[in-house]
T-cell receptor, first 113, second 108 residues
Framework: DARVTQTPRHKVTEMGQEVTMRCQPI?????VFWYRQTMMQGLELLAY????????DSGMPKDRFSAEMPDATLATLKIQPSEPRDSAVYFC???????????FGEGSWLTVV | QKEVEQDPGPLSVPEGAIVSLNCTYS??????FMWYRQYSRKGPELLMY????GNKEDGRFTAQVDKSSKYISLFIRDSQPSDSATYLC????????FGTGTRLQVFP
């Protein structure tokens, strides 16, 4: 049963600390998305990659967020320094680049205190 | 203005009711429309997918797109408690753009 895998599932950290979230896309998928979900804003696209190259990161606060794909099986989202307003669920998703159906992971639940 | 607008609810209905969930979108260039379902503490999963205008039916679910009014609807017939979830509409160019989601609760 192919699925997108995210770690950690839950993270509580203090303001100012670095947070790294990891994602393993479904094998064979060449497009990886990072979304952030909050009650107020819903699902917001932070960044996405195709064939490991960043295509759009306009939704990401550039001063503290960074996203990379070190290889085809790993995507990372880093927040440094973290702030309480970063508390949200961060979802990774992937697809084959056909632009329609995307498959979500279970999310990383981040709380910054 | 958000590109996709959706009433967040919550919407609470008795079992067996017909549920209507709706979204509006702003860009007439959008061609593909999707409904995702998200259970509590889980990631969204694709429920329905339509292209351009018209209806698409899958079991108890019907997705409807009216491009003239930029309106997307999802109808659930004979709603069940297991349908209780958040429903997100989405549309895309090269990337998916989501509505904020409508939380639905179906009570027995």
């Amino acid at each position: 049963d192919a699925r997108v895998t995210q770690t950690p599932r839950h993270k509580v950290t203090e303001m100012g600390q670095e947070v790294t979230m990891r994602c393993q896309p479904i094998l064979g998928h060449n497009t990886v998305f990072w979304y952030r979900q909050t009650m107020m804003q819903g699902l917001e696209l932070l960044a996405y990659f195709r064939n490991r190259a960043p295509l759009d990161d306009s939704g990401m606060p550039k001063d503290r967020f960074s996203a990379e794909m070190p290889d085809a099986t790993l995507a990372t989202l880093k927040i440094q320094p973290s702030e309480p307003r970063d508390s949200a669920v961060y979802f990774c998703a992937s697809n084959r680049g056909d632009g329609n159906t995307i498959y979500f992971g279970e999310g990383s639940w981040l709380t910054v205190v | 203005q958000k590109e996709v607008e959706q009433d967040p609810g919550p919407l609470s209905v008795p079992e067996g009711a017909i549920v209507s969930l709706n979204c509006t979108y702003s860009n007439s260039a959008f061609q593909y429309f999707m409904w995702y379902r998200q259970y509590s503490r889980k990631g969204p999963e694709l429920l329905m997918y339509t292209y351009s205008s018209g209806n698409k039916e899958d079991g108890r679910f019907t997705a409807q797109v009216d491009k003239s009014s930029k309106y997307i609807s999802l109808f659930i017939r004979d709603s069940q408690p297991s349908d209780s979830a958040t429903y997100l509409c989405a549309t895309n160019t090269d990337k998916l753009i989501f509505g904020t989601g409508t939380r639905l609760q179906v009570f027995p």
